[in-house]
């Protein structure tokens, strides 16, 4: 009878309980099904662990987490603080915010305004460079050179990155086309230091996450890593190897802030409260400063992604570092956003889930639309990849072994050009094409065909797949050399007073 009367009461309190106003699928086990979507998918891309938060009408819906923060399986939480990536611009474009409402800033002068010393190699690109170009990523800054290794040097400051640009161009006209790169908000970086005095960490720190209430959140690795930060995951082959990398702290502010699931929430709680968490305003809201400019909450640096697969009027932005990824979502008219968190970025070489795709079928899921298609698991991906470098290796091995009957093919077959030539460009047109041309081929949306400098580059993103490359082409290109030497061995070639000639042929 008590059971009856308890589930009658619970009956008469959902039908008296006014529903939430969002198009959201309220059934009994609707988190349960993204719980498990989740799980499934976090398995598919042997993402080692993630946290992920709901927020709906300026509250936290629901929040979860899944797999480990570290190599001694300690679980990861909502509460586990994770590097942003890409995400934390966001806060950077906030603080440049605040700093134009306390009529510190404003947007349209030029950014040497604030930075007297700020060149780049065309300097009179510099001098027309203005803060909403940075902003907004139509500076000309190129997209490549915002991934050149040497900004992530951990001994670097801010203000040491701003004077390394003075060797960098711009790689289109100021103003005239969107190019995404780190270098515009590490710029901005600085802009924040020089105008109010502060380090750009502190100031994010005291005038963000302490009103946001982000207890978890941190500008500074150490103090994250006192609070649990989760371990970063690489992949190798197709596993997930802990790697502790050093943080580029002079970058900052274009995406190396560290928090947590919940917190990140409390984030997004404020955009529905248009600037304001708890009562506390962190940012007064900016509208439209010109008719073509994004609708957002901020103005902030968001990338509104119009297609959004069946969700519409979506602003969304993805973070990835070597080892962490990140995604926020936030629908304006509906006041839904999401956000997950993983220690691991899968999608750097894979066609595989990350956690910015994962947020997407997260927001897919709570408004009640199909997520996006499944991938391949990384581990299949893997599988075939390492199928094709074991080929690779038996085929340098065979060339290898070819050295030991060169010469005596050589005297069999003669020296037509039809004995030696398909061999030798095996061995040393091959290995050269790949060492060369093939990783400029790769990066061409850098620019650059300077192969010592695309090598650093694919093997500070990619090491695996870099080395993968690199060493049997090495082998293959020791090979040729050492056919060639045979062959002119054979071949008497000799030099005389007319030239290179064959004075004589060995059998």
């Not at 909403?132 to 900004?151: K, V």
């Not at 006192?226 to 995951?233: H, I, K, T």
């Not at 992949?235 to 947590?260: H, Q």
Request: net charge negative.
């Amino acid at each position: 009878m008590r059971k009856l009367l308890a589930g009658l009461a619970l009956c008469l309190f959902a039908m008296l309980s006014p529903m939430p106003e969002t198009g959201a699928v309220f059934h009994g086990d609707a988190f349960d099904r993204i719980d498990d979507y989740l799980r499934e998918h976090l398995e598919r891309s042997s993402i080692p662990g993630a946290g992920y938060a709901i927020v709906d009408h300026g509250r936290i819906v629901h929040m979860n987490a899944f797999g480990v923060a570290g190599p001694n399986g300690r679980p990861m939480t909502p509460q586990t603080p994770l590097y942003l990536g890409s995400v934390g611009k966001t806060f950077t474009a906030l603080a440049i915010r605040q700093l134009i409402n306390a009529g510190k800033l404003e947007l349209n002068l030029p950014v040497v305004r604030y930075l007297p010393d700020f060149t780049l190699a065309d300097d009179g690109a510099a001098r027309l460079i203005t803060i909403r170009q940075l902003l907004d990523h139509t500076s000309g800054l190129g997209n490549q050179d915002g991934n050149d290794p040497a900004f992530y040097d951990p001994e670097a400051t801010n203000a040491d990155l701003v004077r390394l640009m003075a060797a960098y161009r711009t790689n289109r006209p100021v103003g005239t086309a969107f190019e995404y790169s780190n270098l515009n908000y590490i710029v901005l970086g600085r802009v924040v230091e020089v105008v109010t005095g502060m380090a750009y960490a502190d100031y994010v720190e005291q005038n963000i996450f302490a009103p946001l209430d982000m207890h978890h959140s941190f500008a500074d690795e150490a103090n994250a890593v006192e609070d649990g930060l989760s371990a970063g995951y690489r992949y190798y082959f197709g596993l997930p190897v802990p790697v502790d990398l050093d943080e580029p702290a002079g970058a900052i502010a274009a995406g190396f802030l560290m928090s947590s699931a919940e917190d990140m929430a409390h984030y997004l709680i404020s955009f529905s409260g248009h600037g304001t968490y708890d009562g506390v305003t962190v940012v007064n809201p900016g509208g439209r400063s010109r008719p073509e400019d994004p609708q957002l909450v901020y103005n902030i640096d968001w990338l509104t992604q119009a297609e959004a697969k069946r969700i519409s009027n979506t602003e969304t932005h993805s973070g990835g570092w070597l080892n962490y990824s990140a995604g926020i979502a936030f629908m304006p008219a509906e006041q839904i956003g999401v956000v997950v968190l993983a220690n691991a970025n899968p999608s750097q070489w894979m066609p595989v889930k990350d956690a910015f795709a994962l947020t997407y079928d997260v927001l897919r899921l709570y408004t009640g639309n199909p997520p996006g298609p499944s991938t391949l698991p990384l581990r299949s991906l893997y599988v075939v990849a390492d199928v094709i470098l074991a080929l690779v290796a038996l085929f340098v091995f065979y060339r290898i072994n070819s050295l030991r009957t060169w010469r005596r093919d050589l005297s069999e077959k003669g020296l037509a050009a039809g004995a030696w030539l398909p061999s030798l460009c095996f061995d040393l047109v091959l290995p050269l094409f790949i060492l060369l041309v093939l990783p400029g081929l790769i990066l061409a949306s850098s620019g650059r065909i300077n192969p010592v400098w695309c090598w650093n580059r694919l093997a500070f993103q990619v090491p695996d797949a870099t080395w993968a490359m690199f060493i049997p082409a090495l082998a293959l290109l020791f090979t040729g050399a050492v056919k060639i030497r045979v062959f002119l061995q054979s071949s008497g070639l000799r030099r005389t007073d007319r030239g290179l000639q064959i004075v004589s042929v060995k059998p």
